[in-house]
């Protein structure tokens, strides 16, 4: 069975305008690690910087419960701060080409207002899912909730055009195995709870946020 509304019968390239906002997410990933890796290195500060800042804007899934806080609203703001931050220049740079990789159809399909809304969604249920879900209360920082939302957003797309497990088998393994080899590479410090939570925000938005004619963006979008 297929359906209209299959992501892949209705992909566009992305406008000006919708490929202005992947380059601008990448720009806000790789601009502060920047900063960071060059106080590591010794190039631009010290390498105590990362430790600070990690203080103020990584995600503290403590401060959900009885932990005090840095400063006023550190416990709503961490769950946006905490995205634009990465582990090291390494764990970056891998998200920024997962970005450029998963996001183009996606953002072709939700065009610029819907895709932000489930960016954002994928990323702020990563991080309860990881604050509920995990007795771990380590900070933790990195796109990778949101990333793995455009996952589930696209896996949903796939079943909406087939609407059969099959094709999902390939795309589902990959990603369960990707999870494998980046908890191995990281010694087990892998917030996977995050990954399986920004994956289930992001599947489930998607089908929210899926215009209901797909042939219209956001920008012709008339009230």
């Known amino acids: 069975m297929t359906s209209k509304f299959g992501l892949l019968q209705r992909y566009r390239p992305p406008n000006s305008s919708s490929r202005a906002v992947l380059w601008l997410i990448a720009v806000t990933l790789i601009l502060p690690e920047i900063r960071l890796s060059t106080a590591d290195w010794g190039i631009w500060g010290r390498s105590i910087l990362r430790t600070k800042i990690y203080y103020d804007w990584a995600y503290w899934p403590g401060l959900l419960y009885s932990g005090t806080p840095n400063y006023w609203g ?107 080899v980046m908890f191995i590479a990281l010694d087990g410090r892998l917030a996977w709870l995050t990954h399986l939570g920004g994956f289930f925000f992001g599947a489930i938005g998607y089908f929210f946020l899926l215009p209901n004619d797909p042939s219209q963006g956001d920008e012709k979008k008339k009230i």
Not at 104 to 123: E, G, H, K
Not at 166 to 176: D, G, K
């Open 74 to 180: 550190q416990a709503v703001i961490m769950h946006l701060s905490y995205g634009i931050l990465h582990a090291n220049f390494q764990h970056m740079a891998f998200n920024v080409l997962t970005l450029f990789s998963i996001a183009p159809p996606i953002l072709s399909d939700l065009r610029t207002i819907r895709f932000l809304s489930l960016y954002f969604l994928s990323q702020i249920g990563g991080a309860l899912t990881y604050a509920i879900a995990s007795s771990d209360r380590s900070p933790m920082v990195g796109a990778s909730g949101a990333l793995f939302g455009l996952a589930g957003a696209l896996l949903a797309s796939i079943w909406m055009q087939d609407r059969r497990l099959r094709p999902l088998l390939l795309p589902a393994l990959i990603l369960i195995a990707l999870n494998i």
